[in-house]
């Protein structure tokens, strides 16, 4: 279950739009909004606590192997909370959404950077290694096999 993308961004709203635009189910965490718009500019109002911030929005997705088709839009959803856990994103809003208009499963996060009351903002340096790791220990946690596990069960 490899990260795909990883960016950040100076639109929390375009950014809600965009994902939930596809999404099969959407989940929201520290927020009150009904519908991506509500969502998004109540993201927006949390990032204006910290008017330095030029770029709140953070947005990764979770892709996971042809071979995981059946995985359900639950366990994604419960996939991505992990690992917002993990990436100590727990006291921030997050807009989760799944979606399979590819040929693969996946689920796109989009994250405040701005935590609740503004005073933190969530820092993606070397984002890249330590997003891997988190879906690592969630593949663990799971019995899930990597598409990297496979290939080397493969050659050994």
Same mark, same amino acid.
């Given at each position: 279950m490899p990260v795909s993308s990883s960016q950040t961004g100076e639109s929390l709203r375009g950014a809600v739009k965009y994902v939930s &635009?596809?999404?099969e189910t959407a989940e929201r965490r520290n927020l009150f909004g009904r519908d991506a718009g509500e969502v998004g500019r109540e993201m927006e109002?949390? =990032?204006?606590?910290?008017?330095?911030?030029?770029?709140? =929005? #953070?947005h990764? &997705?979770? &892709? #996971?192997?042809?071979e995981h088709d059946q995985i359900t839009d639950e366990e994604m959803i419960s996939d991505a909370e992990a690992f917002l856990e993990k990436r100590g994103l727990g006291n921030h809003q997050a807009?989760?959404?799944?979606?399979?208009?590819?040929d693969h499963p996946h689920a796109h996060i989009v994250v405040n950077r701005v935590?609740? @009351? @503004?005073?933190?903002?969530?820092?993606? &340096?070397?984002d890249y290694d330590k997003n891997m790791s988190a879906l690592r220990e969630i593949e663990q946690e799971r019995g899930r096999i990597s598409p990297r596990d496979v290939v080397s069960e493969e050659e050994g």
């Open positions: &635009s596809k999404a109002l949390t =990032a204006e606590q910290r008017p330095r911030t030029e770029k709140p =929005a #953070y990764t &997705s979770i &892709s #996971y192997a042809e807009y989760i959404a799944t979606h399979r208009d590819e935590s609740l @009351g @503004g005073e933190e903002l969530w820092r993606d &340096s070397f």
